[in-house]
T-cell receptor, first 114, second 114 residues
């Protein structure tokens, strides 16, 4: 079975500052990795995903994430945040074989202050 | 392209009553997921369908929850009888396939059990 740990439940940051949201996972097999964003009262939307190849993945809205296999991490970064980035961010994994059951982290609330 | 549709958006019931949620996935998506998202937590997978077959329902409380996807298209999730701890947002998602494909989420049904 796999698990996902999002180390920060809440990350406050000022507008135009850089931000990093941390995600670590545990799995005995290879995984696909995803970051989703959830705005208030809405469903989740995919930001980016790592399937294979280059460990640096670029997504929508200026976000990027780096897969680090040795540290089993997939941290999300943005060099300059906007007020509109205030939302809940979820890291998720799926195994690359078997039933591909998705597992989500508890989420990190990004709060951008003016 | 139409997104994942869910209804109702909100539901308030008393404990021990029954409730049903409906989901219509994106056309052509073979995989359908139901998640429970309790306030302040990440989505927890309840059941995953591949066409009209169940791939995983290991976290579905089968004594009170049931789900079906009879024709491999839309799906219903039922709770009978409801408990206070069932208060949550119920998210439906779909994807082309179960593996590396992106999940597309509906807006969710917010359930309050009194």
């Amino acid at each position: 079975a796999q698990s996902v740990t999002q180390l920060d439940s809440q990350v406050p940051v000022f507008e135009e500052a850089p931000v990093e949201l941390r995600c670590n996972y545990s799995s005995s097999v290879s995984v696909y990795l995803f970051w989703y964003v959830q705005y208030p009262n809405q469903g989740l939307q995919l930001l980016l995903k790592y399937l294979s190849g280059s460990t640096l993945v670029k997504g929508i809205n200026g976000f990027e994430a780096e897969f680090n296999k040795s540290q089993t991490s997939f941290h999300l970064r943005k060099p300059s945040v906007h007020i509109s980035d205030t939302a809940e961010y979820f890291c998720a994994v799926k195994t690359t074989g078997g039933s591909y059951i998705p597992t989500f982290g508890r989420g990190t609330s990004l709060i951008v202050h003016p | 392209e139409a997104g994942v549709a869910q209804s109702p958006r909100y539901k308030i019931i008393e404990k021990r009553q029954s409730v049903a949620f409906w989901c219509n996935p994106i056309s052509g998506h073979a995989t359908l997921y139901w998640y429970q998202q309790i306030l302040g937590q990440g989505p927890k997978l309840l059941i995953q369908f591949q066409n009209n077959g169940v791939v995983d329902d290991s976290q579905l409380p089968k004594d009170r929850f049931s789900a079906e996807r009879l024709k491999g298209v839309d799906s219903t999730l039922k709770i009978q009888p409801a408990k206070l701890e069932d208060s949550a947002v119920y998210l439906c998602a779909s994807s082309l396939g179960p593996d590396k494909e992106t999940q597309y989420f509906g807006p969710g049904t917010r359930l309050l059990v009194l």
